[in-house]
């Protein structure tokens, strides 16, 4: 089964600096999907950014990139240019590929605890 | 608009008295979950159910019961509610290609006295 770990339960960071989030998994997948997900206090879960596995190129919403390092099995989240809309509490998730007879993991999203984050202003 | 919907929001109820929190989706999507969240846990998966009449349990399914009758509806049943299943309930739903979006409802808080 897999795992993932945010390291980081609180983190704070000043308004229009930059911050980064922690996150690895494990895994003997090659194939796979990492999420971050941002929890504001609406309770609402909004996906912030998806990377797949197979893609050697990080991916980037705007002011949200991350570090995928596949072989460290690390995926980091990188919000620049902080603002107070920010604050929330972010998960790492993790899913398996679908294939065509895939196990039940491609219909599950394993979660990390999450990492609340403050921006102070 | 494409959305899951989820009732009720909040609920507080009493040990062992019968509950049902519906889930709909809008989207015509195969898959949907149930996901509970509890403080320093993150979401964990309660059960799932990959098209009509097909379900599974997931990580944590013991207390709950789900029925998948219609491909928009995935209601979660808790018959003999306790205590420890006080928490933040999420539905979600997915379509069938992997580079899908999984979505998710609002979530409903429920208390358990």
């Known amino acids: 089964a897999q795992t993932v770990t945010q390291s980081q339960p609180e983190m704070s960071v000043q308004e229009a600096e930059t911050v980064t989030l922690s996150c690895t998994y494990d895994?003997?997948?090659?194939?796979?999907?990492l999420f971050w997900y941002k929890q504001p206090p609406s309770r609402q879960m909004i996906l912030v950014i998806r990377?797949?596995?197979?893609?050697?190129q990080n991916a980037t919403e705007n002011r949200f990139s991350v570090n995928f390092q596949k072989a460290a099995k690390s995926f980091s989240l990188k919000i620049s240019d902080s603002q107070l809309g920010d604050a929330a509490m972010y998960f790492c998730?993790?899913?398996?590929?679908?294939?065509?007879?895939?196990?039940?993991?491609?219909?599950?999203?394993?979660f990390g605890k999450g990492t609340k984050l403050s921006v102070i202003p | 608009e494409a959305q899951v919907t989820q009732n009720p929001r909040y609920l507080i109820t009493v040990t062992g008295k019968k509950l049902t929190v519906t889930c709909s989706q809008n989207?015509?999507?195969?898959?949907m979950s149930w996901y509970r969240q509890d403080p320093g846990l993150g979401l964990r998966q309660i059960y799932y159910?990959?098209?009509?009449?097909?379900?599974d349990k997931g990580d944590v399914p013991e207390g709950y019961k789900v029925s998948r009758k219609e491909k928009r509806n995935f209601p979660l049943i808790l018959e003999s509610p306790s205590p420890n299943q006080t928490s933040l309930y999420f539905c979600?739903?997915?379509?069938?290609?992997?580079?899908?979006?999984?979505?998710f409802g609002p979530g409903t808080r429920l208390t358990v006295t």
């Open positions: 979600a739903s997915r379509g069938t290609r992997s580079s899908y979006e999984q979505y």
């Open positions: 895994t003997s997948e090659s194939d796979y999907y």
């Open positions: 990377q797949e596995a197979y893609k050697q």
């Open positions: 998730a993790y899913r398996s590929y679908d294939y065509a007879y895939s196990g039940a993991g491609s219909y599950q999203l394993t």
């Open positions: 989207m015509n999507h195969e898959y």
């Open positions: 159910s990959m098209n009509v009449e097909v379900t």
